[in-house]
T-cell receptor, first 114, second 114 residues
Framework: AQSVTQLGSHVSVSEGALVLLRCNYS??????LFWYVQYPNQGLQLLLK??????LVKGINGFEAEFKKSETSFHLTKPSAHMSDAAEYFC????????????FGKGTRLHILP | ETGVTQSPTHLIKTRGQQVTLRCSSQ?????VSWYQQALGQGPQFIFQ???????GRGNFPPRFSGLQFPNYSSELNVNALELDDSALYLC?????????????FGPGTRLTVT
C-alpha cells in the first residue's frame, strides 16, 4: 500500500527565506510523486511531478523538488519565499498504473512572515 | 476555456438529511472524479465517473453515490448524512486515458453537517 507523510502541519518562513516542505512516501513499486498547492477558496493545482528520469524536478512559481529513492523523500523547496506563496501544500503519490488513484498527504500550511 | 465549477460553494445540512453537490467539468473533459477533504486531512478519492458510469471507487459506503450526465457534468449524492461527512468536497475533471495527475480541480463545496 502507498502512503505519504508530510512533516509539519504548519510551517512559517520569513519573506525572502528558503522554503522547505518535507514529504516522505511509502510505495512497493516505483512511484509517481506530486506536489499540489491549494490557495484559499480554490481547488488543488499541480505544482510539479516526478514520474521518471531526472530526479530534480522544477515546477511553477519557482518551486522544485528532488526525488531521493534512498531516503524515500520528495521534499519541496523554493529559494526565496514570497507572500503569495502562503497556501496549503499537499504531497501525493501514485503508482505507474494509469487507473490508480492519488494518495494525498495531510498537507502543510505555509505561512509567510513579513 | 471554462474551468471546473462546483455548486453550491457552501452548504449546511442536518444529520440524517440528504445532499446533492454538483460539478461541471472543464470544457472537453469527459471524466469526473470526486474527493472528500476533511479538516486537517488531504483529499480522499470517493469515485470516478466516465461515460455516465462509475469507473472506480474509494473506501466510501454506498450512501455516497453519483451521476454523470451526457454533457459530462456530475452530481455527488450523500444520503443519511453523518457529522463526519462535514468536509470540503472536490471535483476534478480529466480526459479518459489521461495520466492520473492530468486532472483539474474545482474550488470545492464546503459541507457542514450539524
Amino acid at each position: 500500500a502507498q502512503s505519504v507523510t508530510q512533516l509539519g502541519s504548519h510551517v512559517s518562513v520569513s519573506e525572502g527565506a528558503l522554503v522547505l516542505l518535507r514529504c516522505n512516501y511509502s510505495s512497493s513499486v516505483p512511484p509517481y510523486l506530486f506536489w499540489y498547492v491549494q490557495y484559499p477558496n480554490q481547488g488543488l493545482q499541480l505544482l510539479l511531478k516526478y514520474t521518471t528520469g531526472a530526479t530534480l524536478v522544477k515546477g511553477i512559481n519557482g518551486f522544485e523538488a528532488e526525488f531521493k529513492k534512498s531516503e524515500t523523500s520528495f521534499h519541496l523547496t523554493k529559494p526565496s519565499a514570497h507572500m503569495s506563496d502562503a497556501a496549503e501544500y499537499f504531497c501525493a503519490v501514485s503508482d505507474l498504473n494509469r487507473d490508480d488513484k492519488i494518495i494525498f498527504g495531510k498537507g502543510t500550511r505555509l505561512h509567510i512572515l513579513p | 476555456e471554462t474551468g471546473v465549477t462546483q455548486s453550491p460553494t457552501h452548504l449546511i445540512k442536518t444529520r440524517g438529511q440528504q445532499v446533492t453537490l454538483r460539478c461541471s467539468s472543464q470544457s472537453g473533459h469527459n471524466t469526473v472524479s470526486w474527493y472528500q477533504q476533511a479538516l486537517g486531512q488531504g483529499p480522499q478519492f470517493i469515485f470516478q465517473y466516465y461515460r455516465e458510469e462509475e469507473n472506480g471507487r474509494g473506501n466510501f459506503p454506498p450512501r455516497f453515490s453519483g451521476l454523470q450526465f451526457p454533457n459530462y457534468s456530475s452530481e455527488l449524492n450523500v444520503n443519511a448524512l453523518e457529522l463526519d461527512d462535514s468536509a470540503l468536497y472536490l471535483c476534478a475533471s480529466s480526459l479518459a486515458g489521461a495520466l492520473i495527475y492530468e486532472q483539474y480541480f474545482g474550488p470545492g463545496t464546503r459541507l457542514t453537517v450539524t
